[in-house]
């Protein structure tokens, strides 16, 4: 660390978050952190499926047909989360195969439910913490905090207002010496199987993701790079290279089976 550089860590969403901030002093930067960690607290709140008193708990617990009026943050993450599907072919999911057709999102009444003809059930884990970090950044401009690092634990890092060298790669980065990206307002996301196991399911086999080992995402929306950097490990490389294209400032990072490591749209 800078002397003019001060880190905070806050647990929320099961991981923990950091919060870099530079060029402020100790205590303004510790108040506009602890700013941030509220702002995340909410939001678990909203979108935490384990908690049926939050928005997803709510549209959870509804029948086919039903619907129930929730805060306007759930909608813009779950208004991302269908950007996402549609960019992915289906591929991310926040229904995760159980029924995304019958989703049914209504913001000029700010109600969510399911369609009549059937139900599913709501995960915004795969987006919810990248969503979290763009509302951070939003509370950190509030506070006009300009240089920050934002770290939602080993998925999702966003990068304000200066340059700043971020970790990608992994260790098939460190044998083709790609270890770090410069990042300015932009963020970054990484899944894989290193750390969790097979955890990601593909929504449209129910099986784990098999097309590459880990795979990161660039976008200037922090939700944006943790829901495409999720559905990048069940893309092929061409249909990543055509999303990149038709999706300018999104860059991707995938790791073959075979474990080189591919590079689509710098």
Wanted: glycine share 10%; charged share 20%.
């Amino acid at each position: 660390m800078t002397p003019h550089t001060h880190s905070f860590s806050h647990e929320a969403m099961t991981t923990e978050f950091e919060v870099i901030v530079a060029g402020q002093e100790r205590e303004y930067a510790r108040q506009a952190s602890a700013a941030v960690f509220r702002e995340f607290d909410r939001i678990e709140n909203l979108l935490s499926k384990y908690n049926a008193g939050s928005d997803v708990g709510q549209i959870n617990l509804l029948k086919s047909g039903e619907s129930v009026r929730v805060a306007i943050e759930t909608l813009e993450c779950l208004e991302r989360a269908v950007w996402a599907h549609s960019v992915s072919g289906g591929l991310f999911d926040p229904t995760i195969g159980t029924g995304f057709q019958w989703l049914e999102v209504d913001r000029p009444n700010f109600s969510v439910g399911w369609k009549k003809e059937g139900s599913g059930s709501l995960d915004l884990g795969g987006i919810g913490k990248g969503y979290a970090i763009d509302k951070a950044a939003e509370v950190l401009a509030d506070w006009e905090v300009p240089e920050a690092v934002i770290n939602g634990g080993t998925s999702t890092v966003l990068a304000m207002g200066k340059e700043w060298n971020l970790g990608v790669g992994g260790p098939w980065g460190e044998k083709v010496g790609l270890t770090t990206v410069k990042l300015k307002n932009q963020a970054l996301s990484g899944s894989g199987t290193e750390v969790k196991g097979e955890h990601i399911l593909n929504p449209k086999t129910g099986k784990p993701a098999k097309q590459h080992l880990a795979a990161w995402a660039i976008h200037s929306s922090a939700a944006a790079s943790d829901a495409l950097s999720t559905a990048f490990m069940m893309m092929e490389a061409d249909k990543i290279e055509q999303l990149c294209r038709t999706n300018p400032g999104t860059v991707a990072y995938v790791v073959k089976q075979d474990e080189s490591l591919v590079e689509i749209g710098v």
